[in-house]
């Protein structure tokens, strides 16, 4: 059974993030790259579908919706116009409890989750911090693996307070986007590596449960961060 590989990137379209507008549209196609490379090398064992979130306090727009990686096409500069506020948790709560819901029923699956922002929240109406704390608690027990990457904040106590363990900080600039976006396809493309190889180990063995993989995913992942960053 191949592995359903669902990469979820939300992405802050705030009006603070015009000045990095390109360097986060290149940051984005990179990863894309990254995805789809990721799947030619790993057909046998892995699916790869990309969702994309921009948001801002006007709209919560989908550029990609749990899309093929195949499917999907580099992110041009009329698809991502920064604009107003951040409402980060109401972005973060829409988009988890909808792929939660969609994912429920699929086996074998993993959701790698990456948050960009280069400001603080602000504005989010429906979700308060304390419930996306308790629901990313609740997913990483379900085996996803989060990441929050930002910019103008202390990243590490923001993560900290939505309970997420990696976290990375840029400066916002085009240099900085660009080295953290870097950063985060070589982790991707580690952690992908051993699910292939896990995915290849359990085939000799007994098979797990739903629930002993996701906490291995988990623990791969959370690897697959600290390696990366211990290469600074």
């Excluded at 995805?35 to 709209?59: M, N, P």
């Excluded at 590596?193 to 007994?206: I, N, V």
Aim: charged share 25%.
């Amino acid at each position: 059974m191949k592995t359903q590989v669902f990469n979820v990137v939300i992405l802050d379209k705030s009006g603070s993030m015009e000045v990095i507008r390109k360097a986060a549209i290149d940051g984005f196609n990179e990863t894309l790259a990254g995805i789809r490379k990721a799947q030619e090398k790993y057909a046998d064992t892995q699916d790869h579908f990309v969702s994309l979130l921009t948001f801002c306090g006007c709209e919560k727009n989908y550029v990609f919706d749990r899309t093929p990686v195949a499917d999907t096409h580099p992110l041009q500069i009329d698809e991502y116009c920064p604009c107003c506020s951040t409402p980060l948790y109401d972005a973060m709560g829409f988009t988890l409890a909808s792929m939660r819901n969609y994912v429920k029923k699929i086996e074998d699956h993993v959701v790698v989750v990456t948050i960009i922002t280069d400001g603080m929240e602000n504005a989010s109406k429906e979700y308060t911090g304390n419930a996306v704390k308790q629901l990313v608690e609740q997913l990483k027990g379900e085996g996803w693996t989060f990441t929050y990457m930002g910019a103008n904040q202390d990243v590490t106590e923001v993560a900290f307070n939505i309970s997420i363990r990696n976290s990375r900080s840029f400066v916002a600039t085009s240099a900085g986007m660009k080295s953290t976006m870097m950063k985060d396809t070589s982790t991707r493309m580690n952690f992908f590596s051993r699910l292939a190889q896990f995915k290849q180990s359990e085939s000799d063995g007994e098979p797990l449960s739903s629930a002993e993989r996701g906490e291995c995913y988990a623990a791969m992942a959370d690897a697959a961060f600290d390696e990366e960053e211990n290469n600074k």
